[in-house]
Nanobody
Framework: ELHLAESGGGSVQSGGSLRLSCAAS????????MAWFRQAPGKEREGVAT????????YYADSVKGRFIISQDGTKRTWFLQMNSLKPEDTAMYYC???????????????WGQGTLVTVSS
C-alpha cells in the first residue's frame, strides 16, 4: 500500500515563494507520474503540475507556467513543487498525487495525500 504525505505549506505574502514536498512510503514501483493538484475554497480541484518518474517530462497548468517548478529525486519517493511569485489566487489546499497512468489524478487507483494549505496574502 502506498501513502503520501505533503509538507511545506504555510502563509506568505504576494510575490513570495514556498516549496512543497511530497514523501511517498510503501509500495512505489507502480508510480509513473507524480503530480500536484490544488483546490481553492468554492472551486473545483485542478491539476497544477506533473512529472514523469523516469523521463524528463513535465506538465504545468497555464496558470502556474513560469512560476512553479515540479521536480523529483529519482527514487519515486519524493517530489517537490517550488512555487515562486505567488499570487493571492494561488491560495488553496495542495495535494500530491501518485499515479500509474496518464493523466494523473483521475483514476480510482491513484493515491492522494492529505493536503497542505497554502495561503497567499496581498
Amino acid at each position: 500500500e502506498l501513502h503520501l504525505a505533503e509538507s511545506g505549506g504555510g502563509s506568505v505574502q504576494s510575490g513570495g515563494s514556498l516549496r512543497l514536498s511530497c514523501a511517498a512510503s510503501g509500495y512505489t514501483p507502480s508510480i509513473n507520474y507524480m503530480a500536484w493538484f490544488r483546490q481553492a475554497p468554492g472551486k473545483e480541484r485542478e491539476g497544477v503540475a506533473t512529472v514523469h518518474s523516469a523521463a524528463p517530462l513535465t506538465y504545468y497548468a497555464d496558470s502556474v507556467k513560469g512560476r512553479f517548478i515540479i521536480s523529483q529525486d529519482g527514487t519515486k519517493r519524493t517530489w517537490f513543487l517550488q512555487m515562486n511569485s505567488l499570487k493571492p489566487e494561488d491560495t488553496a489546499m495542495y495535494y500530491c498525487v501518485a499515479s500509474g497512468g496518464w493523466p494523473p489524478g483521475y483514476s480510482p487507483l491513484d493515491t492522494w495525500g492529505q493536503g497542505t494549505l497554502v495561503t497567499v496574502s496581498s
